[in-house]
């Protein structure tokens, strides 16, 4: 392999000659040889608009030369639009403060930026740390990649995904508001409802969780740039920050502010504690209607099965023609892992010491996952599930007619305790409640049908 020598404060380091970086990220690549989980490119993309911003704002307050200025620009530009994904080779599992992935954004500019400068017959050259790096510190740096990606991936995968799948839980909702099904509590069979009805919780499930989530994401809009190394803003421009946040708004069409107290955003990251709260509560519901689903599909003939859902693939490789439910136990496999990144992220939220977090790295990873998972999981569930979900009139029928619960109609009339001894000698003597109620002298036929229609049980009356 080719190599080329660069130079940093420790000294000269090899590093091979058709990579971008410098010798900060080599020293990080050789140092770091911990697991296979890559510093996600969300964050990368999240360095690089910074990095564009934050040189446009130097420029404006006559601390950066216009060329210069205009290289960083074209490098980060080339890193947003995907073409340098190859130059960004460092794990997640490095300093806790990510300098060394603001370092490699920084080399990496500064190359790319270097050869465009010399293309353009320019004399002036990019350092990674004084021009690139200018009026920062990587514990500014990294929090404000981090919630600039947090922002994006929610706003642009997560809530679009959950759209999704809330308007088809809607149609469905709507679609089966007349099919009268037996409810059930406790997994016991308990009063009729509509199969309507009982999507319509799932529906508002998500209608909760996607406020909760759009309301968390105003903490996550507040930027750490400006507070440098320990938030005084040292070496930045009193103006470099409201500066710096515009551009990047102006860049992302999002709503992001600048931090107002620069000493809690580098050493506090509560905010994604809460922001990945609403996540998890997401993902809790998931598992809730993935399992219903599940639940319900059972069988087919040896469960509950009220509803047909897709089948997707075959379910066995020794029991030919059986189909699982996969695409809901995709999705309760994402809701224990959401569950599992939650307890990450708040403890290592909670381990800041003095002005800095130094766990930045792993909570950025952890908020990430989840939220791509999620999305893709949504996606995935409403394609190849929940838009083919359709009712099993026949078992819906036969479940509903065969519960016990259908003799709570008659406590207005008979009360709770001969309410409940008709459905006990229903059950004892395996006979219907109609022969029961009947049997009992309670009630005649024509009083049993004429208190007993399930449809008017669904709603209050």
């Known amino acids: 392999m080719d190599y080329r020598i660069e130079k940093d404060t420790i000294g000269e380091i090899k590093v091979p000659a058709d990579k971008y970086w410098g010798a900060q990220t080599q020293r990080s690549k050789q140092n770091f040889p911990i697991g296979e989980e890559k510093m ?45 994904v190859d130059h960004f080779p460092l794990v997640v599992w490095q300093t806790g403060s990510g300098t060394q992935s603001n370092m490699n954004v920084n080399e990496v500019i500064a190359y790319v930026g270097n050869n465009w400068l010399k293309q353009n017959n320019s004399n002036y050259k990019l350092h990674p740390n004084d021009d690139v790096n200018k009026s920062q510190s990587s514990n500014d740096t990294y929090p404000t990649a981090m919630h600039i990606a947090a922002v994006l991936k929610l706003e ?56 909760m989530m759009s309301n968390s994401n105003q903490y996550v809009r507040e930027l750490a740039i400006g507070g440098t190394a320990v938030g005084t803003g040292l070496n930045a421009h009193p103006e470099f920050s409201e500066r710096v946040c515009a551009k990047i708004n102006e860049f992302t069409n999002k709503k992001f502010i600048s931090a107002p107290n620069k000493f809690h955003s580098l050493t506090s990251h509560d905010e994604l504690v809460y922001a990945h709260g609403a996540l998890k509560a997401l993902a809790a519901d998931l598992m809730k209607i993935a399992n219903d689903v599940r639940w319900l599909a059972s069988g087919p003939r040896s469960g509950i099965g009220e509803i047909n859902i897709p089948a997707n693939e075959p379910g066995s490789s020794i029991m030919p023609g059986k189909v699982n ?84 109609a008659l406590n207005p009339h008979i009360g709770y305790e001969n309410a409940a001894k008709i459905a006990k ?35 209050p009356k």
């Open 40 to 84: 996600p490119n969300e964050i990368i993309n999240g360095f690089a608009i910074l990095k564009k911003s934050a040189a446009i704002a130097n420029n404006e307050l006559g601390l950066l030369e216009n060329e210069k200025a205009e290289a960083i620009t074209y490098a980060a530009d080339k890193i947003i639009a995907g073409e340098l």
């Open 156 to 211: 642009d995968d997560v809530l679009p995904a959950l759209k999704i799948l809330k308007t088809t839980l809607k149609e469905k909702m709507e679609a089966f508001k007349d099919v009268v099904k037996i409810g059930r509590t406790h997994l016991q069979d308990a009063t009729p409802l509509t199969l309507g009805q009982e999507i319509s919780g799932w529906h508002r499930m998500l209608e909760k969780t996607e406020a």
């Open 325 to 408: 439910p996969t695409q809901s136990e995709a999705v309760t496999m994402v809701a224990t892992q959401i569950m599992g990144n939650d307890a990450t992220i708040g403890f290592a939220a909670s381990q800041g010491n003095f002005e800095l977090n130094v766990f930045k790295p792993v909570i950025a990873y952890n908020y990430l996952q989840s939220a791509q998972l999620l999305a893709d999981s949504m996606l995935s569930f409403e394609e190849r599930c929940v838009r083919g979900l359709e009712p099993n009139f026949e078992n819906i029928e036969k479940n509903l007619n065969n519960s016990l619960m259908l003799v709570t």
């Open 425 to 459: 000698k229903a059950f004892n003597e395996n006979i219907t409640l109609r022969e029961a109620t009947v049997t009992s002298g309670l009630l005649t036929e024509e009083q049993f049908d004429s208190y007993i229609n399930p449809k008017e049980m669904t709603y």
